[in-house]
């Protein structure tokens, strides 16, 4: 079975400072996307951005950008300029098989402080 | 847009009692999933649908039974509520034609088992 690991319960970060939010995850499969997803207080569930793992090149969304490390099964979030509305539970998912199931690491939960 | 909407959004229910949560998503999505959340675990699957009048088991189906008689509609069922049970629970949906590509979450229904 899928796993993903998510080390970091807690996380903080000032204004305008960058943060880098780890996962790892253990798969025998070669063929798989990885995410990560944003929860705010509010609940609602957002995609922040996706990784496929045929691709070498980093996925990059505005301020989040990913360290994919195929090899070492690492999928990092960094998010820079870091500000009050990213303020959130932040949680590393992989996919894969032909109904597409996502498997959830446990969050990290990301304060950003003034 | 609507895109996935969940009902209720909170219940309390008693042990033993039965009730039913209410997924329907209006994007044509052929596939739908149930979650549920909790603290420290992130999120677990409970059951998953890959087409109309098909449904499977995911990681912690127990004590849950659903249905997808419509497209558009996955109902969540509890037939005898437990405290274990209580949770925030998730539905979502992809389209089979855009691959590994993004979940559309409903905002979650808080269940309370006394």
């Known amino acids: 079975a899928q796993t993903v690991t998510q080390s970091q319960p807690e996380m903080s970060v000032q204004e305008a400072e960058t943060v880098t939010l780890s996962c790892t995850y253990d798969?025998?499969?070669?063929?798989?996307?990885l995410f990560w997803y944003k929860q705010p207080p509010s609940r609602q569930m957002i995609l922040v951005i996706r990784?496929?793992?045929?691709?070498?090149q980093n996925a990059t969304e505005n301020r989040f950008s990913v360290n994919f490390q195929k090899a070492a099964k690492s999928f990092s979030l960094k998010i820079s300029d870091s500000q009050l509305g990213d303020a959130a539970m932040y949680f590393c998912?992989?996919?894969?098989?032909?109904?597409?199931?996502?498997?959830f690491g446990t969050g990290t939960r990301l304060q950003v402080t003034l | 847009n609507a895109g996935v909407t969940q009902t209720p959004k909170f219940r309390v229910l008693k042990t033993g009692q039965s009730m039913t949560l209410l997924c329907a998503q209006d994007?044509?999505?052929?596939?739908m999933y149930w979650y549920r959340q909790d603290p420290g675990m992130g999120l677990r699957l409970i059951h998953y649908?890959?087409?109309?009048?098909?449904?499977a088991k995911g990681e912690v189906p127990d004590g849950y039974n659903v249905s997808r008689l419509k497209k558009q509609n996955f109902l969540l069922g509890l037939e005898s509520a437990a405290p274990s049970q209580t949770s925030v629970y998730f539905c979502?949906?992809?389209?089979?034609?855009?691959?590994?590509?993004?979940?559309?979450f409903g905002e979650g229904s808080r269940l309370t088992v006394l």
């Open positions: 998912a992989y996919c894969t098989g032909t109904a597409s199931k996502l498997t």
């Open positions: 979502a949906s992809r389209s089979l034609r855009e691959g590994r590509g993004e979940l559309f």
């Open positions: 649908s890959v087409g109309e009048g098909t449904t």
């Open positions: 990784q496929e793992a045929y691709k070498q």
């Open positions: 994007m044509n999505h052929e596939y």
């Open positions: 798969t025998s499969e070669s063929d798989y996307y």
